[in-house]
């Protein structure tokens, strides 16, 4: 248990992720100095301690304690924050401390450059205190590549981002290197692609055949909703007449269907979905039509010629594993021959652009088994291929019962990234996107890589936030983007099925109350 106490709560969402990379397992709660008087009392412990250190602008005083004699964990982080100095105080469960300042020539407005200042010394503290060194530094966000994009975009050389990524943020080389890699390859798919005036559209499905251990997103169990998906079609259908009309200046880039597994669905009620939307979309300009295939025991030949009559483009069969313990384990009700059955049968019936997705880290593999996964994904070689790492969210089962798995968490996980990004480099797959996700193992990321031209255009899109993405169906998040305001807002569609079929008429009215106030 680490508690962290704030002069400021402003900072919690800057604090609470870094010490949690180095911490994973450790439960944490942050407390303001106004919350209990206890609290106060470590407030002015730590002023009393620090006001007659001199004023050294940009200069950190030396920890009070010899770090190589503490043997046990951290108990209290406490953290002050002054106009123009931060001072930060870690209390171990021993009763040591350590205490360091940082003085900052900028004042306290300028935020980006008070908070990295803050961050910076407390990643120093918290790499020294546990021995570990973060590969994206003190970059706790989803996106570390969006912050090199910008810099290109700006005609900054990689030089430049080099010596910014590493002073800045404390990012890796490799790790640098890679955001560059990524963000060039970005930038080059997305010209020639006016994303400023156009739009992307994401239908949601949230059906599964089961739900993963892992899993977090908004799905539902087809066996136990088989009863309410009608009704969800019709309303679907009613959101989707609308959203047809909230950009009649914007064109139609891209168009993406996830969940759950789209594919849940009967063929028959999947042509209906295809039908409504082609009907009342403009697919003129659309330059991908995207679709989750995603589990094979959800996929059948009818399916698949139905995607193909409406001009789906891109599918994706995710196998996560090809390990059939893990498979069982994690609850893919399918074997590893399904998955290649599937394969084959989307290949016969002209799918030309498969991704697949793997997850490294699940509960139980190590190298070996990931080695073996990729040797029989090359075998089948799809056109795409994303790599995830395990990352627990709250919401999965995976978490919430972590105990009974703790005998099978898999080992060697960074040694398993390291063996995906050769295996791409050996067979020709590009890496064109990058994202982080909150909990990942090992502080890693996911990575998708491609053919040459089979890229996935959606996924720079919504993960670069360069362009306004309208979210339909239950878990659906619209994110309007305004590129001169330098501003992005979201609106959210409810989560559960039943309550989205009861209130869609809401749905509707929050986007066109939003878009009646904002101009897009």
Not at 285 to 293: G, S
Request: hydrophobic residues 35%; charged residues 30%; negative net charge.
């Amino acid at each position: 248990m680490i508690d962290i106490v704030l002069t400021d709560k402003a900072y919690e969402n800057d604090v609470y992720p870094l010490v949690k990379a180095f911490y994973p397992n450790e439960t944490i709660k942050v407390y303001s100095d106004d919350e209990p008087k206890e609290i106060e009392n470590e407030i002015k412990d730590l002023s009393d301690k620090t006001k007659n250190i001199p004023d050294r602008p940009e200069e950190y005083e030396k920890g009070v304690l010899d770090i190589s004699k503490v043997s046990k964990g951290i108990h209290l982080i406490t953290i002050k924050f002054e106009e123009k100095k931060i001072t930060l105080k870690i209390t171990f469960e021993t009763g040591k401390e350590l205490i360091q300042s940082v003085y900052i020539e900028l004042a306290k407005n300028l935020k980006a450059h008070y908070k990295n200042t803050m961050k910076r010394l407390l990643y120093q503290m918290l790499s020294e205190s546990s021995g570990k060194v973060l590969p994206w530094g003190i970059l706790t966000g989803i996106r570390p590549t969006k912050l090199v994009y910008e810099m290109l975009e700006k005609s900054q050389d990689d030089d430049s981002i080099r010596v910014n990524m590493k002073e800045e943020y404390l990012v890796s080389d490799d790790k640098v290197e890679m955001s560059i890699r990524i963000a060039k390859r970005e930038l080059e798919l997305l010209t020639g692609i006016d994303y400023q005036n156009g739009y992307s559209l994401y239908i949601g499905i949230p059906f599964c055949p089961s739900t993963c251990l892992y899993c977090s997103f908004t799905s539902y169990s087809i066996t136990k909703f088989a009863a309410y998906v009608e009704d969800y079609l019709r309303a679907l259908k009613k959101e989707i007449i609308y959203g047809a009309t909230c950009f009649p200046n914007k064109k139609l880039t891209t168009v993406y269907f996830g969940g759950g597994t789209p594919t849940t669905l009967t063929s028959e009620q999947l042509e209906y979905l295809l039908k409504t939307v082609r009907k009342h979309f403009d697919f003129t300009y659309v330059k991908e039509f995207c679709v989750e295939a995603g589990r094979p025991d959800s996929i059948t030949r009818e399916k698949l010629l139905v995607l193909k009559k409406y001009g789906v483009d891109r599918i994706s069969i995710n196998p996560q594993s090809m390990q059939q313990r893990t498979l069982d384990l994690i609850g893919r009700k399918h074997s590893v021959e399904q998955i290649k059955e599937a394969f084959q049968l989307a290949r016969e019936t002209g799918h030309q652009n498969i991704n697949m997705d793997i997850i490294i880290g699940l509960p139980g593999e190590n190298l070996v088994d990931v080695d073996d996964t990729l040797k029989q994904i090359k075998a089948l070689n799809p056109d795409s291929l994303t790599v995830h790492t395990l990352a627990l969210k709250r919401a999965a089962r995976l978490n919430a019962e972590k105990d009974s798995y703790i005998d099978l968490k898999a080992s060697d996980v960074p040694e398993m990234m390291a063996e995906t990004i050769d295996f791409a480099k050996v067979n020709n797959y590009l890496p064109y996107y990058l994202y982080r996700q909150k909990n990942m193992e090992d502080n890693l990321e996911n990575i998708g890589y491609s053919k040459y031209g089979k890229e996935g255009l959606y996924n720079i899109l919504i993960m670069e936030e360069q362009q306004t993405i309208l979210a339909l169906g239950a878990g659906g998040m619209s994110k309007f983007v305004f590129h001169e305001e330098h501003r992005i807002e979201r609106v959210n569609n409810v989560k559960s099925v039943t309550d989205y079929i009861g209130r869609i008429d809401e749905m509707i009215l929050r986007k066109r109350d939003f878009l009646e106030d904002n101009k897009v």
